[in-house]
């Protein structure tokens, strides 16, 4: 089955700076890599996602690449703000058919410093 | 607010017990997953359901079993539970075909085993 590696586990950033989760997994069928923000004691939410006939996706000030041939992609968020501050998991699946559940990473603990 | 809902949101119960956990999806969503999220294993996915059939498994035990309706409303049911089944437990849901196949997730339910 699929396996997610997600680092770092702890990321603390100052206030304005950027932060960088990085994944990679190792099914190469998988072919849908959402990232989800979990703020404590709540559900996780789609933040943003991408396909795998695509490398990069944009939304504000939150952004995704994936590298099909290294089976890897990353989060990046610029101009961090204190509500950036949460829990945020990688995923991967095989979207269309069979098993379409989701494969987490173990979960990127994101601080903002002030 | 997701648009899934879950009940209870808390529940408290004996080791050797049996529990229903419930799920109502999305309008018009046929996909129902569950997922049991613990500090120690992180969010895994342990059982989809499309339309009334189950698609996919996971890491699922045998204690636990799952169904979905004809309204198409899930129940999860957990029996002889043990202390380690303490977890939060999400419902998410998704809708057809590879542009639907965003999973939006419920508010959970916390299941604590004394």
């Known amino acids: 089955g699929e396996n997610v590696e997600q680092h770092p586990s702890t990321l603390s950033v100052q206030e304005g700076d950027s932060a960088v989760i990085k994944c990679t997994y190792s099914d190469s069928a998988s072919n849908y890599f959402p990232w989800y923000k979990q703020e404590l004691g709540k559900r996780p939410q789609l933040i943003i996602d991408?396909?795998?006939?695509?490398g990069e996706k944009k939304d504000q000030r939150i952004a995704v690449t994936l590298n099909k041939t290294a089976k890897h992609f990353s989060l990046h968020i610029t101009e961090t703000q204190p509500e950036d501050s949460a829990v945020y998991f990688c995923a991967a699946s095989y979207s269309g058919g069979g098993a379409d559940g989701l494969t987490f990473g173990k979960g990127t603990h994101l601080i903002i410093q002030p | 607010d997701s648009g899934v809902t879950q009940t209870p949101k808390h529940l408290i119960t004996a080791t050797g017990q049996r529990v229903t956990l419930r799920c109502s999806p999305r309008s018009g969503d046929l996909s129902v997953y569950w997922y049991q999220q613990s500090l120690d294993q992180g969010l895994q996915f342990l059982i989809q359901?499309?339309?009334?059939?189950?698609?996919a498994k996971g890491n699922i035990l045998e204690r636990f079993s799952a169904q979905q309706f004809p309204d198409l409303h899930s129940e999860l049911n957990l029996s002889s539970l043990e202390l380690g089944d303490s977890a939060l437990y999400f419902c998410?849901?998704?809708?057809?075909?590879?542009?639907?196949?965003?999973?939006?997730f419920g508010q959970g339910t916390r299941l604590t085993v004394v």
């Open positions: 991408i396909r795998s006939n695509v």
């Open positions: 359901y499309y339309n009334g059939e189950e698609r």
């Open positions: 998410a849901s998704s809708g057809v075909g590879t542009k639907d196949t965003e999973a939006f």
